[in-house]
């Protein structure tokens, strides 16, 4: 069940909402005005929640890059890889 709360709780309840978005790695909701209007979370739920849209973009962009047959063989990359490590 998500954790909703009115704006005032930001200024008055901080350390509750801080304690809770670190204790469940949830977001929590805060309204103004009986409206939705912010998502509050931790840095490290935050994090992991870009670090997922960072890897659906890689491999949203793989599969556009198989459709267009803009793709290398595995193995050929795999060679420049180890070609290039060896340069170093």
């Known amino acids: 069940m998500p954790e909703i709360r009115p704006s005032s709780d930001l200024r008055n309840k901080y ?3 801080s304690q809770f978005c670190h204790e469940y790695n949830e977001p929590v909701y805060i309204t103004k ?3 939705g209007d ?3 979370m931790s840095i490290e739920t935050y994090e992991r929640l870009v670090g997922k849209y ?3 973009k ?3 962009d793989g599969l556009e890059a198989k459709k ?3 793709v290398r063989n ?3 990359a ?3 890889i180890q070609k290039g490590l060896e340069n170093e």
Do not use: H, S, T
């Open 15 to 17: 350390n509750e909402i």
């Open 33 to 35: 005005n009986g409206q």
């Open 38 to 40: 912010l998502a509050v």
């Open 54 to 56: 960072e890897l659906y």
């Open 58 to 60: 890689l491999l949203d």
């Open 68 to 70: 267009e047959k803009k």
């Open 74 to 76: 595995f193995n050929e």
């Open 78 to 80: 795999l060679v420049d």
